[in-house]
């Protein structure tokens, strides 16, 4: 009943068959096959980690899925849950140096634990087949299965054991905390709670940065159209909205990420306007009107970007998120709408000869 | 103003609770705190719907929208006119979410 409720809220996207996946139709083990993973992360590792890091293939980053040994497990080792993401398998099989144990790998089409879980496919009905593909009630002797607690999302840990008789435990959400974990089983509230400090918000700006490429050809245009300063202040607003914003996130006053973008992209504006609005060339008017289109547009284009930031942040909640929405985006599609006018106003008056 | 955080769709029937601990150990913010008898409601504002207790609760004593919060699909969702309840292109090649 909880999952029915469920599905009418979750994610509908990719929620089809996953055989077509390019790395998992190569070479499937079959059923019940073991592989073997040690804890060792290789060179050939770190540069997967950083191709995915700046979403170069960015569902590329997969590994097989099904049951795999770890060390020299026995049918009284612990069993581990994780996703086919290399940056989330890599995560546990490391943080797993020196313990023998058996991991089950599920099936997410190449997205992390968290992410696949808030999606469903790191979910129940995935786990179960798997827990039933690897026959795992015959290789384990114990009836017990540690999953990520980022996974709990989107499993029912009451429906997994009622199918398949195995007790879900919820381990600590970052792999790293496992040793700690594994000595007594229980997770300290610290291991509980998700964070988002700034290393874990600098990892995300390469990516981001990545998804924002196609918005530098403003910056070229605007460098043909107004000058270098222009496209200064075209290259400055991205690196702020996709960079900048996400390492100060929580220096920047307010809590609405969309009104944070907008202090931020005022901020960073004002030496492009103060540079527009001084400008010899200019009649007073005309400098006046690029000072205020460079703070109108630069403003809302960060206010968007830091919007769209909600989506990688670890906290936001989607009634907040659409209320931000609803809030903002009129407001900032107003600003840009005027600041481009100003900047269309400008360019006229130039063609024609009045500045 | 400027806080859009303040309500979220969580709700919690405190008589329904067994007190098995469930939400206190998939919340990822501490929303859930011990109790003497059952949970309690500890940061209500600090939820971020992503429904884990929810599903964990074996009483049905919290219910909650869950959802990504990702302003992408949703606008994306909504300038299509389809319901952004329903709509999410996380993870794919296209949204900026699901780093």
Redesign the interface.
Known sequence: MDTEERTGSRCSCSAGPQAESPCCSAGTPPAGEVGTTTSTITSADRLDHLLARWGWNRNGHRVEPGLYRLGSPTADSPVFASANYTLSFDALRSALAGVDAWILVLDTHGINVWCAAGKGTFGTDELVRRIRAADLASVVAHRKIIVPQLGAPGISSQEVARRSGFAVEYGPVRARDLPEYLTTHTATPAMRRVEFPVADRLVLTPVELVIALPMFLAAIVLWFLAGPVAALAAVATILTGTVLFPILLPFIPTRDFSTKGMILGAVVALPFAFSFGTSPALPTWAGALAAAATLLVMSAVVSYLALNFTGSSTFTSRTGVKKEIFRYVPVMAVMAAAGLLAGIALGVSRLMGAI | M????T???LRYDPDRCVNCR?C???????VFAEGPDRVELARPA???????C?????V?AI?V???????????AA?LRGKD??????????D?????
């Open positions: 400027y806080d859009s955080y309500e979220t769709s469930r206190t150990q998939v919340c990822p913010h501490a600090a939820c971020m719907e992503c429904g884990a929810a599903l964990n609760c074996p049905q219910t929208q869950s959802g990504v919060g990702c302003a992408w699909a949703m606008i909504a952004m309840d329903t709509e999410c292109s996380c993870g794919g090649d949204g900026s979410c699901c780093g």
